[in-house]
């Protein structure tokens, strides 16, 4: 059973920074693209980074350059790296593991992150 636990939400000033953290167990991890979803309120779910299982990086245009996904495969763990946050950012963000491109077919639970203007 794969399970995806994500940490590192929370309340920020625009412009300020936050790291989110994603665990993963029972998936051979590095063999698995992995990847960064959001749902603000009242919007549908959309994708805002991704990571291929050989480290290739794609990001959604409205975040790109200040966001950063990555992954240890050692710790079975993808990061998302956000910088220059804006209102707009806010949202639930939730962990996501494909076994086969292009679904996603494994869920975290997800995790708050709310922008403060």
């Known amino acids: 059973q794969v399970q995806l636990v994500e940490s590192g939400g929370g309340v920020v000033q625009a412009g300020g920074s936050l790291t989110l953290s994603c665990a993963a167990s029972?998936?051979?991890?590095?063999?698995?693209?992995m990847a960064w979803h959001r749902q603000a309120p009242g919007e549908q779910r959309e994708l805002v980074a991704a990571i291929t299982r050989g480290g290739t990086t794609s990001y959604t245009g409205s975040v790109k350059g200040r966001f950063a996904i990555s992954r240890d495969n050692a710790k079975n763990t993808v990061y998302l790296q956000m910088h220059s946050l804006k209102p707009d950012d806010t949202a639930v963000y939730y962990c996501?593991?494909?076994?086969?491109?292009?679904?996603?077919?494994?869920w975290g639970q997800g995790t708050q992150v709310t922008v403060a203007s």
């Open positions: 029972g998936s051979v991890f590095r063999l698995n693209d």
């Open positions: 996501a593991l494909s076994r086969q491109t292009p679904d996603w077919d494994y």
